[in-house]
């Protein structure tokens, strides 16, 4: 039996078997542009532009894998951390990344069919 434990320093490899719909929200009424970079695009925000939805509002849905993720907006060019994130952590470049952790939903069927699958395979 392996265990695998995850860095806090680092994102944890996301894996690919299940994803989530992300709903990505931001309001900044001045924004003329605004974008989404992270560990999820190769911290390119050009591949993660957000949709201006009028008064102030961006918006962009990611599909992401489970996993943890390191993002920061980036609002007219400038880097910042997201200010809904409920989690935050230092940057190699004195600033602070938002983390997002991806996890499936639970749901007591799938919980009793993994369970089922696990307890016959075993």
Known sequence: MSTITAKKSKPTKPTTFWR???QFEFTAPEARAVCIAGTFNDW???VSPMIPLGNGRWAQPL???LGTY???LVVDGEWRPDPQASETIA???GGLNSVLKVAAPVSPKLFSKVRRAFATSA
Request: aromatic share 14%.
């Open 20 to 22: 989530q719909l992300v």
């Open 44 to 46: 390119r925000p050009d």
């Open 63 to 65: 599909s992401l894998a």
């Open 70 to 72: 390191e993002y920061c």
């Open 91 to 93: 940057n190699p470049f």
